[in-house]
């Protein structure tokens, strides 16, 4: 996340957001050049690593944003936003690893030659549905833990954003990211670093 908003810059930005929940679509054509950058820094990211995933960069961000602008929720914030994009980030690359996953499974039969490459993009896969299914739980044993915890890792906001798009402490933050990482952890088998 960009550091350097001051308050006049990210009222601005709510502003624009809360006008294109209510429909203007000016506000939305004035809103994307102010969060370009940040929610294609946030694509590169989630891609970092992920060879198994066939969405360019660009793909990914318009259909995030397909997402996003065929139901708006009313925004609260910048932070809001942000993490609300990541999410729906989350979103896209895991109904597109599920749908590679499907394909696998059926369609005609053919002779496939199988390489270390197509083992190892299949492994990606299935971790990125493993992950999305441990995260479903963590959300229905603790709704709140489950959201912390994807505004910390996936949204990237600090503790002290994570707080206000949540309206609660910080030390409230601080013990559900705790909770979390270590219920994660239990459940992969290794402790999660943070």
């Given at each position: 996340m960009e550091s350097g908003n001051d308050a006049s810059t990210d009222g601005a930005l709510t502003t624009l957001l809360q006008a294109w929940h209510s429909g203007?679509?000016?506000?939305?054509?004035?809103?994307?050049?102010?969060?370009?950058?940040?929610?294609?820094?946030?694509?590169?990211?989630?891609?970092?690593?992920?060879a198994s995933v066939t969405l360019s960069q660009g793909d990914l961000v318009n259909e995030a944003l397909l997402r996003l602008m065929a139901a708006p929720p009313p925004w609260q914030n910048r932070a809001h936003f942000f993490g609300t994009f990541a999410l729906t980030l989350r979103s896209v690359l895991v109904d597109h690893a599920r749908a590679r996953a499907a394909q696998r499974r059926?369609?005609?039969?053919?002779?496939?030659?199988?390489t270390l490459s197509d083992l190892g993009e299949?492994?990606?896969?299935?971790?990125?549905?493993?992950?999305?299914?441990?995260?479903?739980?963590?959300?229905?044993?603790?709704?709140?833990a489950g959201q912390v915890i994807q505004l910390s890792c996936f949204v990237g906001l600090s503790?002290?954003?994570?707080?206000?798009?949540?309206?609660?402490?910080?030390?409230?933050?601080?013990r559900e990211l705790r909770f979390a990482r270590a219920w994660l952890g239990e459940q992969l088998g290794s402790p999660l670093a943070g």
């Open positions: 203007d679509a000016a506000a939305l054509a004035l809103l994307m050049p102010q969060v370009h950058a940040e929610i294609t820094r946030m694509a590169r990211s989630r891609l970092r690593g992920e059926g369609g005609a039969w053919r002779a496939v030659t199988m299949e492994s990606m896969v299935a971790e990125l549905l493993t992950l999305d299914a441990l995260l479903k739980q963590l959300e229905a044993l603790d709704p709140r503790r002290g954003e994570i707080a206000t798009v949540l309206d609660v402490s910080v030390p409230t933050v601080d």
